[in-house]
């Protein structure tokens, strides 16, 4: 990581935040120069992404991919209704608006807010498979409009098929390619009526997502424990989706639960600065996270999601502030012991660059590892399936599988793991911090990191496409090699970079889609200084390796 900013963990200066009626103004009048690759519209991992600072979420975009799913949706034969859902950033206010108008023009059902209100990410993919259990035609869609954890003036639009999860890059590709052609023709086959009328319009439906969510939590985690115990529970939204859930829950389930900050504002104005300055909504993050951290002895166990609540911090009395990887660990060595209904031994599926600390625990209890790339959608099929009993990234993202063992999201939900921390709390009576440090006694204590490092467009295009049989040497940091992977081995997909382990060790190295650098991720079993050595010695094995490949 870059030197951290003098900003970050403090409040940002008010002449540093985000000018909202500023960046409306361009979302509303912008137009994306089509030559400018940055410009034009592109699906990630979490759907089209950008700011109308720089002209990449306008109204044009939404104009354009909106009509794109109604041409998908025909195409597909999908004609049951789509679950429409937005978090707290300005932008996610106005594409909702532009997304309305094309479905209400193209007849669409779309299902709404009732109280026209936020509705968090894992809610839109709860709903999304709750409508289609049991069917096998007029399924539903849906989308989650929100950028994640990203900065206030960004945008975000994901797409949901009716597996409920993050669509695939056949899907993504298909409506990526068919939007920038209607942006190039003009936008003269985009259907939309007014957003007056289009609000009135019959399929246009009012919708309680609320309640059908809270009510089956209980299906899933073992709310009766938590309330038997009577933790006092402290939880902060981060100004996001999962702020109108909370108090729901704290009352069907009788939670001593007291959310910190009830103030939804689209500067994020109440956020300490992340690592770089930038207000960045990441629960993962102990800058970000620095108020709910410093009230960590008020509470038996405290949490919060970033604004589309698909992702969880989780803050312990006894350790503050738990890395994801290690809460991910001790959520799975807590759930295969503790889920008797689950069906078999289902598996547990982590990322590429998630710490091998999973891989240790699944050791321990025997359980199968499924190892695929970045992106929560390779996990989608193994929970419907039930293949799957738990799924985590590393950015703090994870699912899990309800008490009878059928799937509850194929989305990330944030909610869920939150509320895991009280469980397990409750039941064990220690806290998740706790409860890591315990398993560390038996599978050692990691120390990971994330480095950036310099790289152009053609290096980083060289790095994407690396062999396993370009990357030089037989050690690392002093021990032999045991693997080079550019695929990962639970699904055999490359991954778009090289990963390199030891038997104590290893780093796996990809670039970045949106900047001039590539990541180098690297963990020891060992020490800081053996991670430091591992970190070394990756960016000269990656220098090398670019070289010969350029």
């Not at 960004?154 to 920038?180: I, L, Q, R």
Request: charged share 25%; net charge negative.
């Amino acid at each position: 990581m870059a030197e951290v900013s003098e900003f970050a963990g403090k409040l940002a200066d008010p002449s540093r935040l985000t000018n909202i009626p500023r960046l409306l103004t361009e979302y509303f009048t912008s137009r994306p120069d089509m030559a400018a690759a940055a410009q034009r519209v592109a699906f990630g991992t979490s759907g089209h992404r950008g700011t109308s600072f720089d002209s990449a979420f306008t109204e044009t975009h939404i104009l354009a991919i909106s009509q794109a799913i109604c041409l998908y949706r025909a195409k597909s034969g999908i004609t049951g209704p789509l679950f429409l859902g937005k978090d707290t950033h300005a932008l996610s206010e106005a594409a909702f608006a532009t997304a309305i108008e094309v479905f209400a023009a193209n007849g669409v059902d779309v299902r709404i807010d009732e109280k026209l209100g936020y509705t968090p990410t894992p809610v839109v993919s709860h709903a999304i498979l709750t409508y289609n259990r049991g069917r096998t035609s007029g399924l539903a869609d849906g989308i989650a409009i929100t950028p994640s954890h990203n900065p206030a003036e960004d945008g975000g639009f994901k797409y949901n098929p009716p597996n409920g999860g993050p669509a695939d890059t056949d899907v993504t590709g298909w409506m990526e390619k068919t939007a920038n052609a209607l942006i190039e023709d003009g936008l003269r086959d985009v259907k939309l009526i007014p957003l007056q009328r289009a609000m009135k319009a019959p399929n246009v439906v009012r919708y309680d997502f609320t309640t059908p969510y809270v009510a089956d939590l209980e299906n899933v985690l073992d709310l009766e424990a938590i309330r038997s115990a009577g933790l006092r529970i402290g939880v902060d939204p981060l100004g996001g989706a999962g702020l109108p859930y909370w108090a729901p829950i704290a009352e069907r389930y009788k939670l001593d639960l007291t959310v910190v900050n009830e103030i939804v504002d689209p500067t994020f104005r109440f956020m300490t600065a992340d690592w770089d300055g930038k207000l960045r909504m990441d629960c993962s993050s102990p800058w970000a996270m620095a108020p709910l951290i410093a009230l960590k002895d008020k509470f038996d166990i405290a949490f919060a999601n970033d604004p589309d609540a698909d992702r969880h911090g989780i803050v312990t009395r006894s350790a503050g502030l738990l890395n994801p990887n290690h809460y991910l660990t001790t959520s799975i060595a807590y759930l295969y012991r503790h889920r008797p209904g689950w069906k078999g031994t289902p598996a547990i599926g982590k990322t590429i660059v998630s710490s091998s600390s999973v891989d240790r625990v699944a050791d321990l209890l025997g359980l199968k590892v499924m190892e695929v790339p970045v992106g929560f959608k390779w996990f989608v099929d193994g929970l419907l399936a039930g293949d799957l009993g738990f799924v985590g990234e590393e950015s703090a993202g994870a699912s899990f599988l309800r008490r009878d063992g059928e799937v509850w999201t194929t989305d990330k939900d944030g909610i869920i793991p939150a509320l895991l921390a009280a469980e397990m709390t409750a039941v064990t009576g220690k806290d998740p911090g706790e409860i890591y440090a315990d398993l560390t006694r038996e599978i050692g204590a990691p120390v990971y990191a994330r480095v950036d490092a310099a790289a152009t467009p053609e290096q980083k295009s060289v790095l994407k496409k690396l062999s396993a049989d370009q990357i030089p040497g037989d050690t690392l940091a002093g021990e032999p090699i045991v693997d080079r992977l550019t695929h990962a081995p639970g699904n055999g997909a490359a991954f778009g970079g090289v990963k390199v382990t030891t038997k104590n060790g290893w780093f796996a190295a990809r670039p970045s889609g949106t900047e001039n650098v590539y990541k180098i991720y690297a963990e020891s079993f060992v020490d800081e200084d053996h991670l430091k050595r591992i970190q070394a010695e990756a960016k000269e094995i990656v220098s090398k390796a670019l070289a010969a490949g350029a």
